[in-house]
């Protein structure tokens, strides 16, 4: 499975953005899939994540209520909705996968075989 992330950008404090995974391969509906970001100086971390059947969701403490997280299995597509940006927000974002079954999502970056390469969000003040 190859991962292609893209809607990153600039966008003002309060703004919104939509960041788009494509995912070539059959197994696609079968991967648990986050978004992870990566702030300059710092660890990459998990934002959000989804079960292969959209019936779970996770997030991180600091995006609940603003960032959404879906998939659609027919166009194997994973989105991030990201509304109320702040500039703490502003990161590398990449998409992972990974198809283990005790859990849809892992904190650790070494639990996702799939990577995406990275889109950029910035958040200005």
């Known amino acids: 499975v190859q991962l292609q992330a893209s809607g990153g950008g600039l966008v003002q404090a309060g703004g919104s953005l939509r960041l788009s995974c494509a995912a070539s391969?059959?197994?696609?509906?079968?991967?648990?899939m986050g978004w992870f970001r990566q702030a300059p100086g710092k660890e990459r971390e998990l934002v959000a994540a989804i079960g292969w059947r959209d019936d779970r969701t996770y997030y991180t403490d600091a995006v609940k209520g603003r960032f959404t997280i879906s998939r659609d299995n027919a166009k194997n597509q994973v989105y991030l909705q990201m509304n109320t940006l702040i500039p703490e927000d502003t990161a590398v974002y990449y998409c992972?996968?990974?198809?283990?079954?005790?859990?849809?999502?892992?904190?650790?970056?070494?639990?996702?075989?799939?990577w995406g390469q990275g889109t950029l969000v910035t958040v200005s003040s």
């Open positions: 992972a996968g990974h198809n283990k079954s005790i859990s849809f999502y892992y904190p650790e970056m070494t639990r996702y075989e799939y």
């Open positions: 391969g059959r197994t696609f509906s079968r991967l648990a």
